[in-house]
Structures are given as C-alpha cells and as structure tokens.
C-alpha cells in the first residue's frame, strides 16, 4: 500500500480474489479464471498483476478450502475471517486521481463488491468515488479552460459529460442505499 493509502497492483489483485470468495465459495480453477479474465478486461494482460498467486493467500490463511486441506483444480475455496478482514481493509483504500490502470481496477473493483461490505462502508466508498469524480472533474475543466484547441475542446466536453454523469450516478445509487433502510 502506498502512503496515500491506495492500493498497489499486487493488493489489486488481493481484493479481486477476496471480494470474489466474499460473494461466494468457488473452485480454486473458477476463482483464477475470474480474477484472470476480470483483470484482463479492465487493465489488458500484465504479468505485474496477473503473476501474483493463490497459493500466496492461502498460506497467509486469508482463503481455505471448504473441506479438508488439500488444494486442487477442483477444490472449492471459502474466505477465512482474517480473509474477511483483509478484504474489508481493501475494501477501505483510497484511489489517486488521475486513475492509471491499477486505480482503474481498483474503482471496478469497489463498484464490483459494493454489497459484500456493510451498509456504512458502502456509504463511505460512494463517496469516496464521488470525490475522486469531482477531482477528476475539475482536473478536465482546468484542462478545457486552458487548452481546448483543436479536437481537443470536444473530446474534453466528452470526458466532462461522462464525469457528471458518474456523479449523479453516484448520488442515485447513494439515495437508494439510504432509502432501503
């Protein structure tokens, strides 16, 4: 983890398995094909990401199988409770605006585990992501004010709209949460 308190992309990778299993038991393959093909999808193929392994998490006893001791394909893995903790940690890292590729994982990744942590940390990470928009946000008006020349200006109109329209997202999915007290 960084000072900042945000994830490095190994702990990115930590929180996909661990959110993973939060959801839910699943094989041990099933488990690193979900992270394999999640990752891949937001970042494309890394090995910095992709090279850390399962092995690692159940020997910090952060993951176990459901019956038994032994590790196979087939194996069904559960989330211990330290695990638990440790996704909940995750869960709590803040994200660094701009967003390079692990920041952007990370933010598919709150969004993906949103439900698995409770209501008050669900509150928290909206508005965490809401900031981190507004920070965006401005960061693009700044940019729009100083140098939309070109294509440049609608691209950047593009990116602005995209970013309201996250943030009211957000306020959407906060006032649903609120209201389903």
């Known amino acids: ?36 093909h999640f990752v891949t999808r937001i970042v494309g193929p890394s090995l910095d ?8 998490l159940r020997l910090e006893g952060l993951i176990a199988p459901a019956e038994g001791s032994s590790v196979a394909d087939d194996t069904e893995m559960v989330i211990t409770e330290s ?4 996704f909940l940690d995750l869960m709590d890292a803040s994200l660094r605006a701009p967003l390079d590729d692990t920041g952007r994982l990370v933010m598919a990744l709150k969004l993906r585990f949103l439900f698995e942590v409770p209501k008050e940390q669900q509150l928290d990470q909206i508005d965490l992501l809401r900031e981190l928009a507004q920070s965006e946000l401005a960061r693009l008006e700044a940019l729009q004010q100083s140098h939309a020349e070109g294509a440049l200006a609608g691209s950047l109109a593009l990116d602005i709209d995209q970013v309201n329209a996250r943030i009211a997202w957000l306020n959407d999915l906060e006032a649903q949460l609120e209201n389903a007290a």
Request: glycine share 8%.
């Open 83 to 86: 695990g638990r903790q440790d």
């Open 49 to 56: 990401l992709l090279g850390s392994s399962l092995e690692i």
């Open 1 to 36: 983890m960084y000072q900042d308190k945000s994830l490095v992309s190994t702990e990115a990778v930590r929180l996909a398995a661990l959110g993973r299993l939060a959801a839910g038991a699943m094989t041990y393959a099933d488990l690193a094909q979900d992270i394999r």
